[in-house]
């Protein structure tokens, strides 16, 4: 059967047109390379069909949705699958019960994406709150853009959105990057340039997922933070991790405690070897304070009656090239 809209929704609200052209391109492409500059609206009377790309042989209903293509229709709920590529897991009834309320009293503002689908259903590329909230208030149906893009688009389009929203939280945004990179063959470099950030930051990222199970659910819930694992991925001991996740969450460490509670683990020292609380000599801190700034890591002087050691941290191969680097540039 071909579906047809059911009414007209406006492609753009007053709320949508105060956005900042800025803030919108302020990740990579944004959606605005994604999306059409400006969706024309189904007025009621037939579109012609958009030719689709070269693509296998269109069935006849597929035809029929075509002539909706890149307008804003009205799509019942129950014709719209889940967005497979979603990397949001967090949906929390509160919120969600707010959109509601407010999609009760204003409607949907912002049309949802979909893709055509199979058996004359849609398939959800971004906009999975205005669904579930719209379903909460009641509502059938949601204003829709439809547009046929490939697999890949759809999952970068879906990471784009909440990336600018600030969505994800750092476990959601490290599974959205191996995702990419597992799904789709790209790499660190590839995936940064298309969401707008370093290969650093996707390497980052992606490097807390080494973390094991019980980290992650902590980075999950929103226990522990992007710099909070960061600093976890430090410890030799990799069997360490999860006792040392569990006392930073109970006690509530801040990082910079966290940081000396994973160098006291990574460097137990002797009994003998520790300085008294108060035995701080100024000019080893200045020194270390040096260090520090020089070489952009962690450094720590332990001294006692003139001797000791220096220790300096690193928390990436990056770091250890470049500090490597400098300390052979000061020798003459």
Same mark, same amino acid.
């Given at each position: 059967?071909?579906?047809? #809209?059911?009414k007209?929704? %406006? #492609?753009?609200?007053d709320? #949508? #047109?105060?956005?900042? %052209?800025?803030? =919108?391109?302020?990740?990579?492409?944004? *959606?605005?390379?994604?999306?059409?500059?400006?969706?024309?609206?189904?007025?009621?009377v037939?579109?012609?069909?958009?030719?689709?790309?070269?693509?296998?042989?269109?069935?006849?209903?597929?035809?029929?949705?075509?002539?909706?293509?890149?307008?804003?229709?009205?799509?019942?709920?129950?014709?719209?699958?889940?967005?497979?590529?979603?990397?949001?897991?967090? &949906?929390?009834?509160?919120? /969600?019960?707010?959109?509601? +309320?407010?999609?009760?009293?204003?409607?949907?503002?912002?049309?949802?994406?979909? =893709?055509?689908?199979?058996?004359?259903?849609?398939?959800l590329?971004?906009?999975?709150?205005?669904?579930?909230?719209?379903?909460?208030?009641?509502?059938?149906?949601?204003?829709?853009i439809?547009? @046929?893009?490939?697999?890949?688009?759809?999952?970068?389009?879906?990471i784009?959105?909440? !990336?600018?929203r600030?969505?994800?939280?750092?476990?959601?945004?490290? +599974?959205?990057?191996?995702?990419?990179? =597992?799904? &789709?063959? !790209?790499?660190?470099?590839?995936?940064?340039?298309?969401?707008?950030?370093?290969r650093?930051?996707?390497?980052?990222?992606t =490097? /807390?997922?080494?973390?094991?199970? %019980?980290?992650?659910?902590?980075?999950?819930t929103?226990? /522990?933070? &992007?710099?909070?694992? @960061?600093?976890?991925l430090?410890?030799?001991d990799?069997?360490l991790? %999860?006792?040392?996740?569990? $006392?930073?969450?109970?006690?509530?460490l801040?990082?910079?405690?966290?940081?000396?509670?994973?160098?006291?683990?990574?460097?137990?020292?002797? +009994?003998?070897?520790?300085?008294?609380? *108060?035995?701080?000599?100024?000019?080893?801190?200045?020194?270390?304070? $040096?260090?520090?700034?020089?070489?952009?890591? @962690?450094?720590?002087?332990?001294? @006692?009656?003139?001797?000791?050691k220096?220790?300096?941290?690193?928390?990436?191969?990056?770091? &250890?090239?470049?500090?490597?680097e400098?300390?052979?540039?000061?020798?003459?």
């Amino acid at each position: 059967m071909t579906t047809t #809209a059911e009414k007209v929704i %406006p #492609a753009v609200d007053d709320k #949508a #047109a105060d956005k900042s %052209p800025d803030k =919108r391109r302020a990740l990579g492409r944004g *959606l605005e390379s994604l999306l059409p500059s400006g969706p024309r609206i189904v007025t009621g009377v037939t579109v012609p069909a958009i030719p689709p790309p070269a693509t296998p042989p269109v069935t006849q209903t597929q035809a029929d949705r075509t002539a909706h293509l890149e307008g804003v229709v009205a799509l019942n709920l129950d014709q719209i699958a889940e967005n497979p590529y979603q990397t949001r897991r967090d &949906f929390s009834d509160g919120p /969600l019960e707010e959109l509601a +309320e407010s999609i009760k009293a204003n409607g949907v503002v912002q049309p949802v994406v979909v =893709r055509p689908g199979t058996d004359g259903r849609y398939i959800l590329i971004l906009g999975e709150r205005r669904c579930r909230a719209s379903k909460l208030a009641g509502k059938t149906t949601v204003p829709a853009i439809v547009r @046929r893009v490939s697999d890949e688009q759809a999952a970068e389009m879906t990471i784009v959105e909440n !990336l600018q929203r600030q969505d994800l939280n750092c476990l959601e945004q490290a +599974e959205a990057y191996a995702r990419l990179s =597992r799904d &789709f063959g !790209l790499t660190q470099e590839e995936i940064g340039k298309r969401v707008g950030v370093s290969r650093e930051s996707v390497s980052n990222y992606t =490097r /807390l997922l080494k973390l094991p199970k %019980p980290v992650l659910h902590y980075l999950g819930t929103g226990d /522990l933070g &992007f710099s909070e694992a @960061r600093v976890l991925l430090q410890l030799i001991d990799a069997d360490l991790v %999860p006792r040392i996740a569990d $006392e930073a969450v109970q006690k509530q460490l801040s990082v910079k405690q966290l940081e000396e509670l994973v160098t006291r683990t990574n460097s137990p020292a002797d +009994e003998s070897e520790k300085p008294a609380p *108060l035995a701080v000599d100024p000019n080893v801190r200045a020194a270390q304070m $040096e260090l520090e700034r020089t070489l952009g890591v @962690r450094v720590q002087i332990r001294d @006692r009656k003139g001797k000791g050691k220096i220790v300096i941290e690193y928390s990436n191969l990056e770091d &250890f090239d470049r500090v490597l680097e400098m300390l052979a540039g000061t020798k003459q």
